[in-house]
């Protein structure tokens, strides 16, 4: 770490005194020696169960969709509820260097994910006649340029004290080989994001979870940034999640597919907790029920509540989230000071995932979504089999068309529209704005 010392000026060892002094070397040093758990996932999946669940199709629900609704609305009245947005992603694989969040994926209105997310929030804040605090959380590599960007947009018309902004922390690279610490310069040591799972650190860190108690906030709506379709502070999620008692609750779909890309929500040895893809056998994964469905159905779609007392009971613990080991090319500089760029794998990423907080859990729930009205992430770039904004963007009018027919106007497939938050947050909003029997025969933005 020390190897250019001699060629640094005072500002530049003042950084790396600094970066150095919050190493752990301790614990770096022991995720670095730990032996990888896939064996004991791989015997954790063979004897997973299906989590207790809420499905859509199921007639034997303990609550109603209509109480849940009920019950959400009278939580959102009552001032109880704030949202999380995770939004440390550059959009690099989308050709888009910049935070992901700035991304302007609306089909017709070019509206930026940031704006889609906090039109939700004004929205459900307009409708219930409170307010409702948004925290959004950065990683280094995003932080200035998104506070930049939400000042000059006037954070979308939300209220200053219900907009915070929050940095997620970092760990550092590992050479896979030796466990040295990797230099990104000769001042600088290598560094990245810590994970979703940084959240809990970063809320208490800034002082953001404490605000939330203060402010009586009792429930905490999380989501991504990638996924414009997110149910942001639906009350009938909400419902379910306060009429439950459930301290961590995960809006879910049925996979299509035994191997699909998704964390898998499973109930285990007296626990719920969620493997993911990469660390889930196949034969655990194609496992069938006597209906030929699949054992292993729940796939997370990162959309989450927690009780935000929950929280802090957690936030207490400083390793109440593990770190989880990731093999990747890091760019370094050598000991002669040269740059290195690696063609495969060289370095042990560490990071922590937010539903390790899922055993945590005294009680926890998950609630069965369908995908063509939650779930539409952008990930990838034009020309991708999946996840990519034009397939986002179909999904998003393919959505709204269904909320117009469902109030009982008439549109064809070939007809382009999109729907603002602010206009309507839902089928049930827009009918009480369309006349039946309208016919929208042109390409519309409703806002």
Known sequence: MLDFWDQLDAEQRAELAGQIESLDLDLIG?????VGEAGDLAALAMRAEPPPAIRLAATDRPFSAEEARACGEQELGAGHVAAVLVAGGQGTRLGFP???GIYPIGPLSGATLFQIF????RAAAETYGVSIPMYVMTSPATDAATREFLDQHQRYGLEPNDLTVFCQGTMPAVDAETGRLLLAERGSLFASPDGHGGMLAALRRSGALDEMQHRGLKHLFYFQVDNPLATVCDAEFIGYHALTKSEYTLQVVAKQSPTEKVGNVVHVDGTNRVIEY???PREAAERRNDDGSLAIWAGSIAVHAFDVQFLARVAAESMSLPFHR???QVAHIDAQGQTVQPDQPNAIKFER??????????????????????????????GSANDTAEITQQMMMALHRQ???DAGAKVDD??????????AMNSRQLATKIKPGSEITTDTYFR
């Open 30 to 34: 022991q995720l670095y020696r730990q």
């Open 98 to 100: 910049h935070p992901k």
């Open 118 to 121: 906090v039109e939700h929030i």
């Open 278 to 280: 990469s660390d889930l």
């Open 326 to 328: 990731a093999l990747k």
């Open 353 to 382: 995932f937010i539903f390790d907080l899922l055993p945590l859990a005294r009680r926890s729930i998950s609630v069965e979504v369908d995908p063509r009205q939650a779930f539409a992430p952008v990930k990838n770039a034009p």
């Open 403 to 405: 909320w117009l027919r």
């Open 414 to 423: 070939d007809v382009q529209v999109e729907i603002s938050p602010l206009y």
